[in-house]
């Protein structure tokens, strides 16, 4: 079978029940942008693979499910038909409470490693953390994309709930990767605005 079908050459995609709509449909964004994010996670394994795999072993079996769970996601954004009432009778895969509720408890287990903090962090330290907190990003953005769908879309709310708790979970991750390496977490600090005349 080819890669290539050509069914897309005029800006036109089918999703699952096979109605077609434009490539720059909300919901083709919302779900595209979910396969972002499920590549940006997976730098993040790959990085922290090459650093230390024994000393990243759980969070790398972590992201690794939540890059399972991504596949899920889209195929519930990838599907319109979806009903309260009926979701578990329809073949598509939908996000499940469950879901949310694992990410719950691993972020429970991963602020437990770490101290609590006053104040606001900068996105950076080493660079696996980095790449965290840029993941992290992205989460929030596509948060924001599925919230605009949902306006005028029938979506599974439950991803919305799973997206906001995973951007939670990837922010934690960031500074326990930091942590597990030595690294500090980065204050940000206010700077004073001089009041200068702006000369025209």
């Known amino acids: 079978m080819k890669i290539y079908t050509k069914t897309g050459d005029r800006g036109e995609t089918g999703l699952i029940g096979g109605r077609r709509i ?23 394994v790959s990085l922290l693979n090459s650093r230390n795999i024994h000393l990243f072993s759980d969070v790398i079996d972590i992201l690794k499910d939540i890059q399972n769970d991504l596949f899920v996601i889209g195929s519930d954004l990838a599907d319109p038909r979806y009903r309260e009432e009926n979701q578990r009778q329809q073949n598509t895969p939908r996000a499940q409470e469950e879901m949310v509720v694992k990410l719950e ?6 602020e437990a490693e770490l101290e609590p903090i006053t104040f606001f962090i900068l996105p950076g330290g080493c660079v696996e953390a980095a790449q965290v907190h840029l993941t992290r990003a992205v989460a929030r953005r596509i948060e924001t994309q599925v919230i605009l769908l949902a306006k005028n879309q029938k979506i599974n709310h439950v991803i919305l709930a799973y997206l906001n708790r995973l951007s939670d979970l990837l922010f934690v991750t960031a500074r326990l990767t930091n942590k597990r390496l030595g690294v500090k977490d980065i204050p940000w600090r206010a700077r004073s605005v001089e009041n200068k005349q702006i000369k025209t």
């Open 22 to 44: 434009s490539k720059g449909d909300p919901r083709i964004v919302a779900y595209g942008s979910v396969d972002e994010l499920n590549s940006s996670i997976g730098i993040s």
């Open 105 to 110: 408890e691993i972020i429970d287990r991963f």
